[in-house]
Nanobody, 112 residues
Framework: VQLVESGGGLVQTGGSLRLSCAAS????????MNWVRQLPRKERELVASIRPNGVTNYADFVEGRLTISRDNAERTLDLHMNHLTTEDTANYYC???????WGEGTKVTVYS
């Protein structure tokens, strides 16, 4: 199993980023996938999840600013992030729901 995140970086408050996760080594189209983040000195928290059929679920703090999507044919998972704030600064991870399989993460830093 391999999960490789990309797309993180430095962005100003109010800006946007698109995170991507390339998946391989498992039946991607059969698993619910998660984006999880870890803020500095905090526990990891679920950001969003998406089922194989595209049904999504979001944490309350997302407030419509983030959109999770997947392409089962391309085996990719995306997180579109808009109206970013400094509180979104974190390492973002791609995860197979219900398993211990995580990517290495991609860092997002939002500055004011």
């Amino acid at each position: 199993v391999q999960l490789v995140e990309s797309g993180g970086g430095l962005v100003q408050t109010g800006g946007s980023l698109r995170l991507s996760c390339a998946a391989s080594g498992f039946a991607f189209n059969m698993y619910t996938m998660n984006w999880v983040r870890q803020l500095p000195r905090k526990e990891r928290e679920l950001v969003a999840s998406i089922r194989p059929n595209g049904v999504t679920n979001y944490a309350d703090f997302v407030e419509g600013r983030l959109t999770i999507s997947r392409d089962n044919a391309e085996r990719t998972l995306d997180l579109h992030m808009n109206h970013l704030t400094t509180e979104d600064t974190a390492n973002y991870y791609c995860k197979i729901a219900g398993t211990g399989h995580w990517g290495e993460g991609t860092k997002v830093t939002v500055y004011s």
